[in-house]
């Protein structure tokens, strides 16, 4: 079963415009990352936060941690047409790396 | 660096029959992970490996299914009698493993999408 929610499940917006997907997990984690999916292609990994850091910066993407509320955001700033695709939440358990526990994810669409 | 690489890209099969997957993973992670996606899902963790062996299965993992590493390089994934339910992309990833603890950022390959009618 999947740790994680998402939420929105999709967001539609128009180039220039920043885009924030939420994040929610079940359990203490060792570290949250980030993947986009564009359709039907495998998983590129974005950003990586670990438990005890709070937000974390990579080009136009700012992820936030919140731990007591067991959330995460992703936010992409002027967001770009090429930014259309799924993302992804996923966390670690435990601190020996392994299996990601993925979320739902939010579908984002991006029009010019 | 040519990245994780998954054979075949699309596999259509009649229920029943038996499929084989392989993944090459980047050349020197020594961690290899299977997962499973259906439409509209998050990736699902079936199993992975630390070189040879085989650390950790998922229960989605049933008996009909199996995977192996045996050189501790590229990973197979074989479906026995496969249904209809078994229709998903089987994304493989790698990587080289959480140095002292620290976090283990996994490179996935493009899958492979599975038809079984």
């Known amino acids: 079963s999947q740790q994680g929610e998402e939420d929105p499940q999709a967001l539609s917006i128009q180039e220039g415009e920043n885009a924030t997907m939420n994040c929610s997990y079940k359990?203490?984690?060792?570290?949250l990352q980030w993947y986009r999916q564009n359709s039907g292609r495998g998983l590129v990994h974005l950003i990586l936060i670990r438990s005890n850091e709070r937000e974390k910066h990579s080009g136009r993407l700012r992820v936030t941690l919140d731990t007591s509320k067991k959330s995460s955001s992703l936010l992409i700033t002027a967001s770009r047409a090429a930014d259309t695709a799924s993302y992804f939440c996923?966390?670690?358990?435990?601190?020996?790396?392994?299996?990601?526990?993925f979320g739902q994810g939010t579908e984002l669409s991006v029009k010019p | 660096d040519t990245g994780v690489s998954q054979d075949p890209r699309h596999k259509i099969t009649k229920r029943g029959q038996n499929v084989t997957f392989r993944c090459d993973p980047i050349?020197?992670?020594?961690?290899l992970y299977w997962y499973r996606q259906t439409l509209g899902q998050g990736p699902e963790f079936l199993t992975y490996?630390?070189?040879?062996?085989?650390?950790?299965k998922s229960r989605l993992l049933s008996d009909r299914f199996s995977a192996e590493r045996p050189k501790g390089s590229f990973s197979t994934l074989e479906i026995q009698r496969t249904e209809q339910g078994d229709s998903a992309m089987y994304l493989c990833?790698?990587?080289?493993?959480?140095?002292?603890?620290?976090?283990?950022?996994?490179?996935f390959g493009p899958g492979t999408r599975l038809t079984v009618l």
């Open positions: 050349s020197e992670h020594n961690r």
């Open positions: 996923a966390t670690v358990i435990g601190n020996q790396g392994g299996k990601l526990i």
């Open positions: 490996f630390q070189n040879e062996a085989q650390l950790e």
């Open positions: 359990t203490s984690i060792n570290n």
């Open positions: 990833a790698s990587s080289l493993g959480g140095l002292a603890g620290g976090p283990d950022t996994q490179y």
